[in-house]
């Protein structure tokens, strides 16, 4: 499978540690959610966009809260 994300400026906590809410759709054209903590890149590689665009959307906490995979499943995730 294929995803393609957008950053958002939504910061959530996952486990302890802040996760940049990304939005995006799979290569079927399914909307998904990824919440990532870490990107890594290669240190010969250009930062110049990653640091531009990171630390021009400024942060917005929000509340997370954990859903087991058969609630998402389900399509039940308000519980």
């Given at each position: ?44 590689e250009d930062l ?18 954990a859903v087991a ?11």
């Amino acid at each position: 499978m294929q995803i393609t994300v957008t950053s958002t400026k939504e910061i959530v906590h996952m486990n302890g540690a802040p996760a940049r809410a990304w939005t995006g759709k799979t290569s079927e054209g399914v909307p998904v959610v990824a919440y990532i903590t870490c990107v890594q890149v290669e240190e010969k590689e250009d930062l110049s966009e990653l640091d531009r665009d990171l630390i021009r959307n400024p942060l917005v906490i929000a509340p997370a809260q954990a859903v087991a995979l058969d609630q998402i499943a389900r399509g039940d995730t308000n519980a």
